[in-house]
C-alpha cells in the first residue's frame, strides 16, 4: 500500500469502518428475518419481500468487507481499491437498514472517511503542491528554455506542422532554398540563383537549384527585391518564413526526392474530368499554405524575453529622461535646444536645427512621434552646462509631445500580430465575442494597423453591437450630418434587400410589399442618385439591361445609426429630402440607363445597339406605334419590360427585311399528339427556344440515317435530353426554329423579334465536350463570320404598326379521314402560313 495523504482514512480505519458496517447490514437482515417469522397471513407475503431483499444487501455488504481485508493484506492494490471497497460496504449497509425500516445508523460511517482538512493540513498540501509544480516548471525550462506558455505553442506547432508540411509538396531541397534565402544571400541574376559569399557581394556564389527557386517564388513563398547591377534579392515572405519554420519541426512530412514530391502531388491534384496536360501543370506547381500561416505563432525563449525586457528598459529610460545618482544631468545653452527625433523619438540636443548625432533605437518611422527635425550626420555635440540644483527636473527640457499609443478597439476586439517582413508589420483582427469567450481571427490581414481597427469596429457594429447601447457624442454628430428624410431612409432599406432595380424607364422597387405578391414601386429618380452621389448606395452591373442598387459600407453604418438614434429618441426623419454633398469621384452625377449613358467599363447588351441620330423624315411618312404607349400607361412593371423598346432603341427596318422570311410549320396529328404528352417544363423550354414548331432545313441525309447516327453515334448525355423534347433538342440551329412563344400565345403585338427590332443571332461558337460531357474547348463553327439568324415564323408583321390583339382562337373543324401524308421531321420546309387560331389549338 502506498502512504496515505491528509485528509485520508489510514488503512486501519478503512478496515474497521468496512467491518462495522458489515456487522450493521447483517444485524438489519437478523431483524427482517425474525419479523418474517412472526407474520400472519395477511402481511406474510410482504415481510418476505422484505426479507429477501435486506439480505441481499447484508450479504453484498460483507463481500465488500471481505475484499477490503483481503485487498489490504495485498501489497501491489493501489489505496484506491481500499476506499472503494469501504465505501461500498457503507452504502449496502444503509439500503439495508432502509430496508429493514431501522434507523440507518450506517450512514454515520461515512464522516469518518471523509474527514475534513484542517487550515494547516490545508496549507501544508497547498504549498507542497506549489512546490511539486515549481521544481517541474524549473525542469521543463531548463530543458526546453521557454515558459509553459510559450511551450504550449511550440506544441500546437508541431501538431500543425504534421498536418500541414505533407500538402507542401516539399522535398530537402526546397527547404535548402528557403534557408539560403533566409540569410539574405541569395539572389537572381541572369537566369540563374545563387548564394552571394557575402552581403552586398552579388556576383558568383555557389549556385541554387534554378527549378526550385521558381517554383518557390511562383507559389509565393519567396518574393524578389531589387538590387544594383541587374540582380535581384530573393527573401523569404511571411508565408514562406512560416513554411520554413513549419518543415524544419516536422522534417518526416518531406519527401525524399523532387521525384517523389511530384508523384504526391500529382495524385492530389489528378482528377478524372482533367487533361493529362492539366494535371502535369497543376502537379508541377506548388500549392499554398494554406492554413498555416494565420495559425502558427513563433514561441518566444526565455533569453529572448530577457533580452527584450531589458532594451525597452533602456529605451523607456532614455526616453523620459532618467537620471543616475551623483551624476549631473546636462542641460541645453542658451543657443541651443532638445527636441525628439523623428527615427527613434529619443530627446536629443538641437544645433543649429539639427539633431546631434546618435543612435537610434528605434527601425520604423512609421508611428514616429519625432517633431520632423532631421538627425545630424557630422554635427558634434556640444558640452552642456551643469543644471542649477534648486532648478526642478522638468525646466531641462520642454514637455514632451504625447505619444500616439495607436488606435483603440471596441470591447471584445484584439489585434493579433502577424509574421512581419523586413519591410512592414502585419496584422490581424480577432474577435471574443462571436463564439462565446473563443477568440475567432476575422479573414485578412492588414499592413496599417488603423484600417484593421476600422474592420473591427464595423465588424463590431454590425454584429455585436446592442441596439439600445447609448450612441457617442461623435456618432451623435455624425447622425445629424445624415438628415435623411423618411423616404430616404426607405431607399436605404429597399437597397439593403436588393431589391432596388434601374430599367430603361426608370428606378423601381421591385416586390417591395411583404404581404402581397408582385407589387413593384416607381422611386424618384433624384432621390436614388443623390444618394448614390453621397456614397450611401453603389451599383452592380448585371450585364443584361439591368442595374441593381445595393447599399455600401458608408450607408450600412448610417443606416444603422439612423435607426438606433431613432430607437433612443436622438433623431427624428426629415420632413423634405436632404441635399446630400457629392462624393468628389462621383460629382459628375449618375449616368442614367434612360438617357443612353453606361458607367465605365459597362457594356451594352449585345440586342441594344447604341442609339444613332434619326434621320430627317417628313412628319407624314414617319409611322408612330400606337402600342408603345398604351403598353407604358395601362400595364404593370413585368409588362413593360417586356413590350416594345422606344423608336430610338429599336434597330432599323432593314435588318428586318434582309432575313429570308420562312414559313410556318403546320404540325400534324400525330405531331400535335407528341406536342401534348411533352411535360409542362419541358414545354415552356421548347417555346422559349422556338422548337414547339421547328422548320427542318433540306439535308442531303436522308432520316433513316440521321435516325441511326443519332442513336449509334451521339454520346448518352445528347440522347439524354433529346428524348425530352418531341422533336428533339440538339439538332436545331437558329435558322431552323420556329414561332416565339408570344406568337404561339396570340400576342403578336409583342413578338418577341418585334420588340428586339430584328432577329435573334447566335455568337458563332459552340462548345467541344467529352465522352462525360463536360466542355473541354470552344470552336468557330463558321470561320468566315456568317452568322446564324431566328426570326419568328409567325406571319404578323415584325415592324410599323402592331397588329390588333387576337380573338379568342375558334375550335378547328375534325381533320377529314383523307388527311395527308405526315411530313417527316427533316424534310424540307414547306410553304404557305397557317392561320394563328388554328396554330394556337394544335399547341394547346
Same mark, same amino acid.
Given at each position: 500500500?502506498?502512504?496515505?495523504?491528509?485528509?485520508?482514512?489510514?488503512?486501519?480505519?478503512?478496515?474497521?469502518?468496512?467491518?462495522?458496517?458489515?456487522?450493521?447490514?447483517?444485524?438489519?437482515?437478523?431483524?427482517?428475518?425474525?419479523?418474517?417469522?412472526?407474520?400472519?397471513?395477511?402481511?406474510?407475503?410482504?415481510?418476505?419481500?422484505?426479507?429477501?431483499?435486506?439480505?441481499?444487501?447484508?450479504?453484498?455488504?460483507?463481500?465488500?468487507?471481505?475484499?477490503?481485508?483481503?485487498?489490504?493484506?495485498?501489497?501491489?492494490?493501489?489505496?484506491?481499491?481500499?476506499?472503494?471497497?469501504?465505501?461500498?460496504?457503507?452504502?449496502?449497509?444503509?439500503?439495508?437498514?432502509?430496508?429493514?425500516?431501522?434507523?440507518?445508523?450506517?450512514?454515520?460511517?461515512?464522516?469518518?472517511?471523509?474527514?475534513?482538512?484542517?487550515?494547516?493540513?490545508?496549507?501544508?498540501?497547498?504549498?507542497?503542491?506549489?512546490?511539486?509544480?515549481?521544481?517541474?516548471?524549473?525542469?521543463?525550462?531548463?530543458?526546453?528554455?521557454?515558459?509553459?506558455?510559450?511551450?504550449?505553442?511550440?506544441?500546437?506547432?508541431?501538431?500543425?506542422?504534421?498536418?500541414?508540411?505533407?500538402?507542401?509538396?516539399?522535398?530537402?531541397?526546397?527547404?535548402?532554398?528557403? /534557408?539560403?534565402?533566409?540569410?539574405?544571400?541569395?539572389?537572381?541574376?541572369?537566369?540563374?540563383?545563387?548564394?552571394?559569399?557575402?552581403?552586398?557581394?552579388?556576383?558568383?556564389?555557389?549556385?541554387?537549384?534554378?527549378?526550385?527557386?521558381?517554383?518557390?517564388?511562383?507559389?509565393?513563398?519567396?518574393?524578389?527585391?531589387?538590387?544594383?547591377?541587374?540582380?535581384?534579392?530573393?527573401?523569404?515572405?511571411?508565408?514562406?518564413?512560416?513554411?520554413?519554420?513549419?518543415?524544419?519541426?516536422?522534417?518526416?512530412?518531406?519527401?525524399?526526392?523532387?521525384?517523389?514530391?511530384?508523384?504526391?502531388?500529382?495524385?492530389?491534384?489528378?482528377?478524372?474530368?482533367?487533361?493529362?496536360?492539366?494535371?502535369?501543370?497543376?502537379?508541377?506547381?506548388?500549392?499554398?499554405?494554406?492554413?498555416?500561416?494565420?495559425?502558427?505563432?513563433?514561441?518566444?525563449?526565455?533569453?529572448?524575453?530577457?533580452?527584450?525586457?531589458?532594451?525597452?528598459?533602456?529605451?523607456?529610460?532614455?526616453?523620459?529622461?532618467?537620471?543616475?545618482?551623483?551624476? /549631473?544631468?546636462?542641460?541645453?545653452?542658451?543657443?541651443?535646444?532638445?527636441?525628439?527625433?523623428?527615427?527613434?523619438?529619443?530627446?536629443?540636443?538641437?544645433?543649429?536645427?539639427?539633431?546631434?548625432?546618435?543612435?537610434?533605437?528605434?527601425?520604423?518611422?512609421?508611428?514616429?512621434?519625432?517633431?520632423?527635425?532631421?538627425?545630424?550626420?557630422?554635427?558634434?555635440?556640444?558640452?552642456?552646462?551643469?543644471?542649477?540644483?534648486?532648478?526642478?527636473?522638468?525646466?531641462?527640457?520642454?514637455?514632451?509631445?504625447?505619444?500616439?499609443?495607436?488606435?483603440?478597439?471596441?470591447?471584445?476586439?484584439?489585434?493579433?500580430?502577424?509574421?512581419?517582413?523586413?519591410?512592414?508589420?502585419?496584422?490581424?483582427?480577432?474577435?471574443?465575442?462571436?463564439?462565446?469567450?473563443?477568440?475567432?481571427?476575422?479573414?485578412?490581414?492588414?499592413?496599417?494597423?488603423?484600417?484593421?481597427?476600422?474592420?473591427?469596429?464595423?465588424?463590431?457594429?454590425?454584429?455585436?453591437?446592442?441596439?439600445?447601447?447609448?450612441?457617442?457624442?461623435?456618432?451623435?454628430?455624425?447622425?445629424?450630418?445624415?438628415?435623411?428624410?423618411?423616404?430616404?431612409?426607405?431607399?436605404?432599406?429597399?437597397?439593403?434587400?436588393?431589391?432596388?432595380?434601374?430599367?430603361?424607364?426608370?428606378?423601381?422597387?421591385?416586390?417591395?410589399?411583404?404581404?402581397?405578391?408582385?407589387?413593384?414601386?416607381?422611386?424618384?429618380?433624384?432621390?436614388?442618385?443623390?444618394?448614390?452621389?453621397?456614397?450611401?448606395?453603389?451599383?452592380?452591373?448585371?450585364?443584361?439591361?439591368?442595374?441593381?442598387?445595393?447599399?455600401?459600407?458608408?450607408?450600412?453604418?448610417?443606416?444603422?445609426?439612423?435607426?438606433?438614434?431613432?430607437?433612443?429618441?436622438?433623431?427624428?426623419?426629415?420632413?423634405?429630402?436632404?441635399?446630400?454633398?457629392?462624393?468628389?469621384?462621383?460629382?459628375?452625377?449618375?449616368?442614367?440607363?434612360?438617357?443612353?449613358?453606361?458607367?465605365?467599363?459597362?457594356?451594352?447588351?449585345?440586342?441594344?445597339?447604341?442609339?444613332? /441620330?434619326?434621320?430627317?423624315?417628313?412628319?407624314?411618312?414617319?409611322?408612330?406605334?400606337?402600342?408603345?404607349?398604351?403598353?407604358?400607361?395601362?400595364?404593370?412593371?413585368?409588362?413593360?419590360?417586356?413590350?416594345?423598346?422606344?423608336?430610338?432603341?429599336?434597330?432599323?427596318?432593314?435588318?428586318?427585311?434582309?432575313?429570308?422570311?420562312?414559313?410556318?410549320?403546320?404540325?400534324?396529328?400525330?405531331?400535335?399528339?407528341?406536342?401534348?404528352?411533352?411535360?409542362?417544363?419541358?414545354?415552356?423550354?421548347?417555346?422559349?427556344?422556338?422548337?414547339?414548331?421547328?422548320?427542318?432545313?433540306?439535308?442531303?441525309?436522308?432520316?433513316?440515317?440521321?435516325?441511326?447516327?443519332?442513336?449509334?453515334?451521339?454520346?448518352?448525355?445528347?440522347?439524354?435530353? /433529346?428524348?425530352?423534347?418531341?422533336?428533339?433538342?440538339?439538332?436545331?440551329?437558329?435558322?431552323?426554329?420556329?414561332?416565339?412563344?408570344?406568337?404561339?400565345?396570340?400576342?403578336?403585338?409583342?413578338?418577341?423579334?418585334?420588340?428586339?427590332?430584328?432577329?435573334?443571332?447566335?455568337?458563332?461558337?459552340?462548345?467541344?465536350?467529352?465522352?462525360?460531357?463536360?466542355?473541354?474547348?470552344?470552336?468557330?463553327?463558321?470561320?468566315?463570320?456568317?452568322?446564324?439568324?431566328?426570326?419568328?415564323?409567325?406571319?404578323?408583321?415584325?415592324?410599323?404598326?402592331?397588329?390588333?390583339?387576337?380573338?379568342?382562337?375558334?375550335?378547328?373543324?375534325?381533320?377529314?379521314?383523307?388527311?395527308?401524308?405526315?411530313?417527316?421531321?427533316?424534310?424540307?420546309?414547306?410553304?404557305?402560313?397557317?392561320?394563328?387560331?388554328?396554330?394556337?389549338?394544335?399547341?394547346?
Amino acid at each position: 500500500m502506498t502512504e496515505t495523504y491528509a485528509g485520508e482514512p489510514t488503512p486501519q480505519t478503512c478496515l474497521r469502518v468496512a467491518r462495522e458496517a458489515a456487522e450493521l447490514a447483517a444485524a438489519a437482515d437478523d431483524k427482517a428475518l425474525n419479523a418474517a417469522c412472526r407474520s400472519s397471513s395477511r402481511t406474510e407475503a410482504r415481510r418476505e419481500e422484505v426479507m429477501h431483499a435486506v439480505h441481499r444487501e447484508a450479504v453484498e455488504a460483507e463481500g465488500y468487507a471481505a475484499r477490503a481485508e483481503q485487498w489490504a493484506a495485498d501489497p501491489s492494490m493501489p489505496d484506491s481499491a481500499l476506499r472503494y471497497c469501504v465505501s461500498g460496504a457503507v452504502d449496502h449497509a444503509v439500503r439495508a437498514q432502509e430496508a429493514a425500516g431501522v434507523e440507518a445508523t450506517a450512514a454515520a460511517l461515512r464522516t469518518e472517511l471523509e474527514r475534513r482538512l484542517t487550515p494547516e493540513e490545508r496549507a501544508e498540501l497547498e504549498s507542497e503542491r506549489r512546490r511539486d509544480e515549481a521544481e517541474r516548471e524549473a525542469a521543463e525550462r531548463a530543458a526546453t528554455g521557454m515558459d509553459s506558455a510559450n511551450r504550449h505553442l511550440a506544441a500546437m506547432n508541431v501538431f500543425l506542422a504534421e498536418s500541414a508540411v505533407p500538402l507542401l509538396g516539399w522535398s530537402a531541397g526546397h527547404v535548402r532554398v528557403l /534557408e539560403a534565402a533566409e540569410t539574405g544571400r541569395l539572389y537572381w541574376r541572369d537566369g540563374q540563383a545563387r548564394q552571394a559569399a557575402a552581403h552586398g557581394a552579388w556576383s558568383g556564389g555557389r549556385k541554387i537549384s534554378r527549378e526550385r527557386t521558381q517554383d518557390l517564388r511562383t507559389a509565393g513563398f519567396l518574393t524578389a527585391v531589387a538590387a544594383f547591377d541587374g540582380a535581384r534579392v530573393l527573401v523569404p515572405t511571411p508565408m514562406g518564413q512560416v513554411a520554413l519554420e513549419l518543415a524544419r519541426l516536422h522534417p518526416a512530412g518531406l519527401y525524399d526526392s523532387d521525384k517523389a514530391a511530384y508523384e504526391a502531388r500529382y495524385a492530389r491534384v489528378a482528377k478524372r474530368h482533367k487533361r493529362m496536360d492539366d494535371k502535369k501543370a497543376a502537379a508541377r506547381r506548388l500549392p499554398a499554405l494554406e492554413h498555416g500561416v494565420g495559425r502558427y505563432r513563433r514561441p518566444v525563449t526565455l533569453a529572448e524575453q530577457e533580452a527584450r525586457a531589458a532594451r525597452e528598459a533602456a529605451e523607456q529610460w532614455e526616453d523620459e529622461g532618467g537620471s543616475c545618482p551623483g551624476v /549631473e544631468t546636462p542641460a541645453p545653452t542658451v543657443e541651443e535646444g532638445t527636441g525628439r527625433c523623428p527615427c527613434c523619438g529619443l530627446h536629443k540636443v538641437i544645433v543649429a536645427g539639427v539633431l546631434a548625432p546618435h543612435k537610434a533605437t528605434r527601425a520604423a518611422a512609421d508611428d514616429c512621434p519625432g517633431s520632423g527635425l532631421r538627425p545630424g550626420a557630422e554635427t558634434p555635440r556640444p558640452a552642456a552646462e551643469p543644471r542649477a540644483e534648486d532648478a526642478p527636473a522638468a525646466a531641462a527640457e520642454p514637455a514632451a509631445a504625447p505619444v500616439n499609443a495607436g488606435p483603440t478597439l471596441p470591447p471584445g476586439m484584439y489585434f493579433l500580430p502577424l509574421p512581419s517582413t523586413r519591410y512592414r508589420d502585419w496584422w490581424a483582427i480577432q474577435c471574443g465575442r462571436c463564439q462565446g469567450g473563443i477568440r475567432t481571427e476575422l479573414p485578412g490581414e492588414w499592413a496599417d494597423k488603423y484600417e484593421a481597427a476600422q474592420v473591427a469596429r464595423e465588424h463590431f457594429d454590425e454584429a455585436h453591437r446592442a441596439p439600445d447601447d447609448l450612441l457617442t457624442e461623435e456618432e451623435i454628430a455624425e447622425v445629424e450630418r445624415w438628415p435623411l428624410s423618411d423616404a430616404q431612409r426607405t431607399v436605404l432599406h429597399w437597397a439593403e434587400h436588393a431589391d432596388l432595380a434601374e430599367f430603361d424607364d426608370g428606378f423601381w422597387a421591385l416586390d417591395c410589399v411583404p404581404d402581397r405578391w408582385d407589387v413593384n414601386k416607381r422611386v424618384a429618380r433624384a432621390r436614388v442618385t443623390g444618394m448614390w452621389a453621397a456614397g450611401l448606395l453603389n451599383v452592380h452591373l448585371d450585364g443584361n439591361g439591368c442595374r441593381c442598387l445595393v447599399m455600401s459600407q458608408m450607408g450600412r453604418r448610417v443606416a444603422r445609426l439612423l435607426w438606433c438614434a431613432e430607437r433612443q429618441g436622438v433623431a427624428e426623419p426629415a420632413a423634405k429630402d436632404a441635399k446630400l454633398a457629392p462624393l468628389p469621384k462621383r460629382s459628375g452625377g449618375y449616368p442614367l440607363l434612360s438617357e443612353g449613358r453606361l458607367f465605365k467599363g459597362e457594356q451594352r447588351p449585345a440586342d441594344d445597339p447604341v442609339p444613332a /441620330e434619326p434621320a430627317a423624315v417628313p412628319a407624314a411618312a414617319e409611322p408612330t406605334p400606337p402600342t408603345a404607349a398604351a403598353a407604358r400607361a395601362d400595364q404593370p412593371l413585368l409588362r413593360r419590360l417586356f413590350a416594345p423598346r422606344a423608336t430610338r432603341e429599336q434597330q432599323s427596318a432593314h435588318s428586318v427585311r434582309r432575313v429570308i422570311r420562312r414559313p410556318q410549320r403546320v404540325l400534324t396529328a400525330e405531331e400535335r399528339k407528341r406536342v401534348q404528352d411533352m411535360a409542362a417544363l419541358n414545354f415552356q423550354g421548347a417555346m422559349i427556344l422556338g422548337i414547339v414548331d421547328p422548320v427542318p432545313n433540306a439535308s442531303p441525309m436522308p432520316e433513316g440515317e440521321g435516325e441511326w447516327v443519332r442513336e449509334h453515334v451521339w454520346p448518352a448525355h445528347f440522347q439524354v435530353i /433529346e428524348r425530352k423534347y418531341p422533336f428533339g433538342f440538339h439538332r436545331w440551329s437558329y435558322c431552323e426554329r420556329g414561332t416565339c412563344w408570344n406568337c404561339l400565345s396570340g400576342w403578336c403585338d409583342i413578338c418577341v423579334h418585334r420588340q428586339k427590332g430584328g432577329p435573334s443571332v447566335d455568337d458563332n461558337w459552340d462548345w467541344v465536350t467529352n465522352h462525360e460531357g463536360e466542355p473541354v474547348a470552344e470552336f468557330i463553327p463558321r470561320p468566315g463570320g456568317e452568322p446564324c439568324v431566328w426570326l419568328c415564323r409567325c406571319a404578323c408583321p415584325k415592324d410599323g404598326p402592331a397588329p390588333a390583339r387576337a380573338t379568342k382562337p375558334k375550335k378547328p373543324k375534325p381533320a377529314p379521314s383523307a388527311a395527308p401524308a405526315p411530313v417527316p421531321v427533316q424534310a424540307a420546309a414547306l410553304s404557305g402560313a397557317p392561320d394563328p387560331g388554328a396554330l394556337q389549338d394544335t399547341l394547346w
